[in-house]
């Protein structure tokens, strides 16, 4: 639900209750270029291209985090399954030492 706010009649106070309540402050404006745009290329940069480039560096830019991440994807499972065979054989160790201290137990008794 959209809400309208004046902001020249907020003061200072109001305005930082209004930053910390809203993650995203929407404004009305209007583009005089719409064949330009400025593209965050990453660490504070930004890029003057046109609409075709724009489109055509995100696309690239779709792509490549499409492969890094199916790069990636599996070692998840693999550390995964490492954790469940190592999991399972401390499980079987402990046994063994349980079996071997009650075995000294009984051996004593």
Request: no cysteine.
């Amino acid at each position: 639900m959209a809400q309208s706010i004046n902001i020249t009649q907020l003061n200072l106070p109001q305005l930082e209750m209004l930053k910390n309540q809203l993650d995203q402050m929407y404004v009305p404006g209007k583009l005089h270029d719409v064949e330009h745009v400025l593209i965050d290329v990453g660490t504070g940069y930004y890029v003057e291209k046109t609409a075709e480039d724009a489109k055509d560096f995100f696309k690239r830019k779709m792509d490549f985090l499409t492969k890094q991440m199916e790069k990636i994807q599996p070692a998840p499972q693999e550390k995964h399954a490492m954790k469940q065979a190592v999991m399972e054989m401390m499980s079987q160790k402990i046994q063994q030492l349980t079996a071997l201290g009650e075995a000294q137990a009984t051996a004593k008794a």
